[in-house]
């Protein structure tokens, strides 16, 4: 059995092989794309059967990880934060900390983290895009009642974005260059507002999708039931 180390980056990734005893078959560094993965997995191939480990390092480490694991090898991703060998190192560059990782992995003393399946992942992607929406949407309606003090408007919408307050909104008269950032932004708001109306729509429903019948019908019933006074 050999081991492999990986340091991933968003362009490339540093691979080092390491033999049973701890010596160094190889070192390279290929392209982090699926040409640059498949020449990986034939290059370290010749040497026969072996294991991988790849850093964490923001999302650059899924594509790779998937397609290792799509070619049926054993691969585990590294916690750069518990792996002190590489946390603490004086000196760190690529090479070295793909060198450390394989040998960590021939030690059975990776720090791993946890890896959902790819359909969670893609799952929790579009419920972090959601949440990306709506702070960018928070922003803007903070950038609006920053607007709204400076011309010492009030109102006594219990909702402000609401359909009466944005109607109100758009009855506002300020000066030019202001009137222009207020009516951006009153536009980009509408567009987010549908865009995230939507996305909640998708992630319900791909929720549903995926519950058992029972849960379905349990969760039919309770949003056809009215509120409680």
Known sequence: MNYVGIDVHKQSFQAAVVDEAGGCLEEFKLRNNREGIEQLIERVGCYGSFQAVVESSANYWTKLFDVLEENGISVKLSNPHKTKAIAEAKVKTDKIDARTLAQLLRADLVAECYVPSKENREKRGLIREQASMTKIRTELRNKIHDLLAKYEYSHGFSDLFGKEGMT????LRLSQYDQVILDANLRL??????????????IARLAMDHMDKNRQDQVKLLLRRPAAP
């Open 168 to 171: 109100w909104l758009k009855t």
């Open 189 to 202: 708001l509408k567009s987010l507002d549908a865009e995230i109306e939507k996305l909640s729509v998708d």
